[in-house]
T-cell receptor, first 114, second 110 residues
Framework: KAGVTQTPRYLIKTRGQQVTLSCSPI?????VSWYQQTPGQGLQFLFE???????NKGNFPGRFSGRQFSNSRSEMNVSTLELGDSALYLC???FGAGVQETQYFGPGTRLLVL | QKEVEQNSGPLSVPEGAIASLNCTYS??????FFWYRQYSGKSPELIMS????GDKEDGRFTAQLNKASQYVSLLIRDSQPSDSATYLC??????????FGTGTSLTVIP
């Protein structure tokens, strides 16, 4: 079974631009969660989508948004990029409906904002 | 605020020794617990999950869970240089929301 895939793997943007990242979950998984990872802050939860609906949301500004499509693929968008948005963005997928859920991570998208 | 606490390390052990990694969590209602390994520049990789009190063994890895003490640990026996990585403790706090510790950096010295 194929794992979680993320595109692009690397991205360089300048301040003020916007960016869209994509995540395809493991086949059969309906939940996709997004995380931001920086050396100083560790893994910070952005949001989770399940069946095309945002089910959980972390404490990030409205510049960070996401969506999920009917095939469970998800995108996240960051508008008006700031230098501090430079990070590894990870998505993780799970079945999304059970107590003993396990998340599996994709390889991540490394974003550098100049 | 649901929290997961880990010692950041770094933890250094000689090759062949047992590495012990610890984690505490704040939400008493949590039911699922995980250890992920993350190599530098890579994404987290699931190595163990545990749901019931007690020990769970998988090869050289043993996860231990004590819900009364809100404590999860990971033991790595016969540590190898390839085990050098950051280990993340994660808790499923319900409704599929996961909480992660900041990770413990482990170095296995040949």
């Amino acid at each position: 079974k194929a794992g979680v895939t993320q595109t692009p793997r690397y991205l360089i943007k300048t301040r003020g631009q916007q960016v869209t990242l994509s995540c395809s979950p493991i086949s059969g998984h309906r939940s996709v969660s997004w995380y931001q990872q920086t050396p100083g802050q560790g893994l910070q939860f952005l949001f989770e989508y399940f069946s095309e609906t945002q089910r959980n949301k972390g404490n990030f500004p409205g510049r960070f948004s996401g969506r999920q499509f009917s095939n469970s693929r998800s995108e996240m968008n960051v508008s008006t990029l700031e230098l501090g948005d430079s990070a590894l963005y990870l998505c993780a997928s799970s079945f999304g409906a059970g107590v003993q859920e396990t998340q599996y991570f994709g390889p991540g998208t490394r974003l550098l904002v100049l | 605020q649901k929290e997961v606490e880990q010692n950041s390390g770094p933890l250094s052990v000689p090759e062949g020794a047992i590495a012990s990694l610890n984690c505490t969590y704040s939400d008493r209602g949590s039911q699922s617990f995980f250890w992920y390994r993350q190599y530098s520049g890579k994404s987290p990789e699931l190595i163990m999950s545990i749901y019931s009190n007690g020990d769970k063994e998988d090869g050289r890895f043993t996860a231990q869970l004590n819900k009364a003490s809100q404590y999860v640990s990971l033991l790595i026996r016969d540590s190898q240089p390839s085990d050098s990585a950051t280990y993340l403790c994660a808790v499923n706090g319900g409704r599929n929301q996961f909480y992660f510790g900041t990770g413990t950096s482990l170095t296995v010295i040949p």
